[in-house]
Nanobody, 123 residues
Framework: VQLQASGGGLVQAGGSLRLSCAAS????????MGWFRQAPGKEREFVAA????????YYADSVKGRFTISRDNAKNTIYLQMNSLKPEDTAVYYC?????????????????WGQGTQVTVSS
């Protein structure tokens, strides 16, 4: 089972990036998938999550209205469109799959993780 995250980079404040996370080795279309991020010296925090069907989406308050999570079950891939980026969005972003549990904000309930992709927003 592998999750491959990509799309990170360096962008100026106000800019946009689109992260992708491709899953292989198993079909995750029936599970929650999410994005978390971790800045230096801080705990990993929830960013966004999406259910299998009907594709309900959930966001941290800090990114609501700026980020959009989506999924393509046929491609076993989720995306995170990030607009109006701020310097405080700078972090390593991780995608993850949750096969059970009830709290999509709890990173401890996610079973599979990607390697992370760095997002740096300059002021």
């Amino acid at each position: 089972v592998q999750l491959q995250a990509s799309g990170g980079g360096l962008v100026q404040a106000g800019g946009s990036l689109r992260l992708s996370c491709a899953a292989s080795g198993r079909t995750f279309s029936s599970y929650f998938m999410g994005w978390f991020r971790q800045a230096p010296g801080k705990e990993r925090e929830f960013v966004a999550a999406i259910s299998w069907s009907p594709g309900m989406t959930y966001y941290a308050d800090s990114v609501k209205g700026r980020f959009t999570i989506s999924r393509d079950n046929a491609k076993n891939t989720i995306y995170l469109q990030m607009n109006s980026l701020k310097p405080e969005d700078t972090a390593v972003y991780y995608c993850a799959v949750r096969t059970g549990g009830s709290n999509y904000r709890d990173y401890g309930q996610y079973d599979y993780w990607g390697q992370g992709t760095q997002v740096t927003v300059s002021s």
